[in-house]
């Protein structure tokens, strides 16, 4: 006779179908605290203006390069001590989260790797046949796919200013 299984012992399975979700939901959960946090840590509006003149600048220099004309490469040569500086401040905006996050998803992963170890957790059957994925790539998929999902829903997705 078999014994029931609860959903959290099914889920905490360290084999398909179980670890499978139990990875989506972990993935779901990271990607949804790391997007929150990116909204409320950064100036959006900020970086958008920021990413507007370091995109008309690389436009100048781009047409000051193309054309040969010197007064243009002058100028933009002027203008790009700023532009560097613009450029490390966006790259500081977003590994504010990064950094914030970065030990609390360490220590998660290595629970992950203790747990779900070598086993396949996740079987992709239209590879043909059955395809496994262990924990990295499963967690990999998961983890891209959440986060492309969350920054759009939170507005954090690039969108071009062209």
């Given at each position: ?24 939901l ?77 030990i ?59």
């Open positions: 006779m078999r014994r029931a299984v609860s959903p959290l012992d099914w889920l905490l399975t360290p084999s398909a179908p179980g670890a499978a979700i139990g990875v989506i972990i993935s779901m959960g990271i990607s949804f605290l790391t997007s929150s946090a990116n909204r409320l840590l950064t100036n959006r509006e900020q970086l958008n203006a920021w990413r507007q003149e370091i995109s008309q600048w690389t436009s100048d220099f781009n047409e000051a390069r193309r054309s040969g004309d010197k007064k243009l490469m002058a100028k933009v040569k002027r203008q790009q001590p700023r532009i560097t500086q613009l450029q490390s401040k966006m790259m500081w905006q977003s590994m504010k989260v990064s950094l914030l996050f970065m609390p998803f360490f220590i998660i992963w290595q629970l992950l790797i203790g747990f779900y170890g070598g086993n396949i957790v996740a079987y992709l059957p239209w590879f043909g046949g059955e395809w496994g994925l262990q924990i990295f790539y499963w967690y990999l998929i998961c983890s891209f796919f959440f986060s492309t999902l969350f920054s759009r829903v939170f507005g954090l997705a690039f969108v071009g200013t062209e």
